[in-house]
C-alpha cells in the first residue's frame, strides 16, 4: 500500500523569503503522479503543482517548484517569494496510474504560515 | 473558470438520521470522487464513479453509504445511517477524460453528526 508522509506539521517564513515543505512517500509502483495540494482558510483544495514520475525533470508552476527524488522518493515544495496569501495548509499526495482509479494518497499536512 | 459546487456548506444532524451531500462536477468531466477530512486527520478517499458506476470504493465506503448521479448533472452521497464519527469535511471533486489525474474539488460540506 502506499504512504505519503509530511514531517514537518508546522512551518513559518517571513514575507519574500523562500521555504521549503518536505514529503515523502512509499510505493513499489514505477508509473505514478505526486501532488501538492494548498488549502487555506476556505478549506476548499487547490492544485499547486504536479509531477508525473517518469518525468526527470522537476516541475515548476511560478514561485512554486518541486524537487523530485524518485530513487529516494522525496518530493519536496519550494516556494520562494512567500506571500502572505500563501498561508495555508499544505498536502502532499500520491496518485497511482491504473486505468480509470485516481485514487488520492494523501499525507497529514504541513500549516504554513507567512509572516509580513 | 468552471467550478465544482457543494451544497450545502455545513449540515448538522442527529445521529441515526439520513444525510445526502450534493455536488454539481464540471459540466464536461466524466470521473468523479468524494473524499473526507476529519479534524486533525488526513484526507481520506471514499468513493470514485466513471460512467454510471463505482470503480472503487475504500473500506470507510460501507453500505451506510452510497453514491447516485440522477440526472447527469448532479453527483450526491448519501449516508443512510449517520453516526458521530461520521463528522467530517466531505470534498466533491471531478476530472475530466483528457487530463484524469487533474482533480477539481468543491469547497467542501461540513458535517456535523450530533
Known amino acids: 500500500a502506499q504512504t505519503v508522509t509530511q514531517s514537518q506539521p508546522e512551518m513559518s517564513v517571513q514575507e519574500a523569503e523562500t521555504v521549503t515543505l518536505s514529503c515523502t512517500y512509499d510505493?513499489?509502483?514505477?508509473?505514478?503522479?505526486l501532488f501538492w495540494y494548498k488549502q487555506p482558510p476556505s478549506r476548499q483544495m487547490i492544485l499547486v503543482i504536479r509531477?508525473?514520475?517518469?518525468k526527470q525533470q522537476n516541475a515548476t508552476e511560478n514561485r512554486f517548484s518541486v524537487n523530485f527524488q524518485k530513487a529516494a522518493k522525496s518530493f519536496s515544495l519550494k516556494i520562494s517569494d512567500s506571500q502572505l496569501g500563501d498561508t495555508a495548509m499544505y498536502f502532499c499526495?500520491?496518485?497511482?496510474?491504473?486505468?480509470?482509479?485516481?485514487?488520492?494518497?494523501w499525507g497529514l499536512g504541513t500549516s504554513l504560515a507567512v509572516n509580513p | 473558470e468552471p467550478e465544482v459546487t457543494q451544497t450545502p456548506s455545513h449540515q448538522v444532524t442527529q445521529m441515526g438520521q439520513e444525510v445526502i451531500l450534493r455536488c454539481v462536477p464540471i459540466?464536461?468531466?466524466?470521473?468523479f470522487y468524494w473524499y473526507r477530512q476529519i479534524l486533525g486527520q488526513k484526507v481520506e478517499f471514499l468513493v470514485s464513479?466513471?460512467?454510471?458506476?463505482?470503480?472503487?470504493k475504500s473500506e470507510i465506503f460501507d453500505d451506510q453509504f452510497s453514491v447516485e448521479r440522477p440526472d447527469g448533472s448532479n453527483f450526491t452521497l448519501k449516508i443512510r445511517s449517520t453516526k458521530l464519527e461520521d463528522s467530517a469535511m466531505y470534498f466533491c471533486?471531478?476530472?475530466?477524460?483528457?487530463?484524469?489525474?487533474?482533480?477539481?474539488f468543491g469547497s467542501g460540506t461540513q458535517l456535523s453528526v450530533l
Open positions: 499526495a500520491f496518485m497511482k496510474v491504473a486505468g480509470n482509479n485516481r485514487k488520492l494518497i
Open positions: 509531477q508525473e514520475a517518469y
Open positions: 464513479f466513471y460512467n454510471n458506476e463505482i470503480s472503487e
Open positions: 459540466s464536461n468531466h466524466l470521473y
Open positions: 510505493t513499489s509502483e514505477n508509473n505514478y503522479y
Open positions: 471533486a471531478s476530472s475530466d477524460p483528457d487530463w484524469v489525474e487533474k482533480l477539481f
